[in-house]
């Protein structure tokens, strides 16, 4: 895994340094030590910045840019955790200074490796991810929350033997570190799932044996819980999910009381704890996304045209999807500085991304740019911290 920055080797060794001295005037560790006690308590209590009301510090913190985060991360316990907050990703929202960062799930043209990658708000490369821990797995859940990757469940090889999982492991972008976080009450894979209100909804899928679900459970991120709540109608997998105005949207995929894949839009009303159904949904989704509280679909059946869904009046209008950029059929979303993105799935030479801009004056939305992953692209998420 490569250095984030020169600085930060700097900061590591010089710490190191500091701890060598520190150490050796370190009583050894006792129950009945005292001194040891108070020490713990001072790192976790003591001021974040000496001398400056805590209010003041951590708006001081917040303005240092999104690279430095994981070196700072390293000070003291207390920064530490105010880093992991969702304070600290407000405190920056409040002072205007949140960075975009778009993160790609790539793989290479033989589809035997992957590895996460991150780009900046200029779609310059960053840096590689360290490794997501557990086994390597597909048909898997991500969603985004105050400034976390949350990679859930999906289907995995163990000993040549095939099992849905449980699991979950967040990604903090702000630490550049994985940790794993409390399993889901049921394994499954190609389930839909999204934040909603700053809660994580998993729906439907195919659980242990193949079958089909029809369960749904939330995870709040505040008691590290997973919990049921009322089912779907129907069992529906291969489907996806997005949130609008505080209601959760299910649509695509297939069900076992349809023929073929299903255009039911199944919407879910936290506040009643209800299910309610449309008949106007999408079928065949091969990406997606949601923009400026819009839906942008592509279909298996017509990727040549973006679908777009506005959900204050469940309304869908027809965008045709220019042939500048690639003459191949098929598409992965990307989100970046209020644009869309579309990586092609093929390798191409010189092929350069399509970019959709919805705010663009009539006859100039696309435009091509350079951004693009190193690979194929499987998926991306965007983070702002």
Known sequence: MPEFMSGKKRFTESNMCMSKSVKQNIPA???????????????????????????????????????NFPAMGGVS????????????IIVRKLAGVLEEWLYLLTMDSEGKES?????DCLGHKHRLLPPMPGPVKASFGVVVFNGK????????????????????????????????????????????????????????????????????????????????????????????ACGFEG????????SNFTIGNSKFVDV????????????????????????????????????????????????????????TGSSCIGFRFGILDGKLLLFSVQEEPGYRTLLYDPNAAP????????IKPSGLCFCSVTIKA
């Open 149 to 240: 990757l949350l990679v859930m469940a999906g289907f995995s090889m163990i000993d040549e033997t095939a099992s849905a999982s449980s699991d979950v492991y967040q990604y903090d972008s702000c630490l550049n570190s994985w940790s794993k976080l409390s399993k889901m009450n049921v394994a499954r894979y190609d389930f839909a799932c999204a934040e909603v209100n700053g809660m994580v909804y998993v729906v439907g899928g195919c659980g242990i044996d193949g079958e089909s679900l029809s369960s749904v459970e939330v995870y709040n991120p505040d008691t590290n819980k997973w919990t049921l709540i009322e089912s779907l109608r129907r069992p529906r997998w291969g489907c996806f």
């Open 247 to 254: 209601k959760l949207y299910v649509m695509g995929g297939r």
């Open 268 to 323: 879910y009303n936290p506040e009643r704890h209800t299910w309610c159904e449309m008949k106007n949904g999408c079928v065949m989704v091969t990406a997606h996304a949601v923009l400026e509280k819009k839906l942008f679909c592509m279909e298996w059946k017509n990727q040549r045209k973006l679908a777009i869904f506005t959900p204050e009046d469940n309304s869908w209008k027809m965008v045709p999807v220019p042939l």
């Open 363 to 370: 006859g100039s939305e696309w435009q091509t740019t350079d």
């Open 77 to 88: 316990k207390r920064w530490r955790s105010f880093i992991q907050s969702k304070e600290f």
């Open 29 to 67: 560790r006792s129950e009945n030590n005292p001194l040891f006690s108070s020490q713990v308590v001072t790192d976790l209590d003591s001021p974040i910045l000496p001398g400056l009301p805590d209010d003041v510090a951590k708006y001081c913190l917040g303005l240092v840019p999104r690279s």
């Open 115 to 119: 590895h996460w990658e991150v780009l």
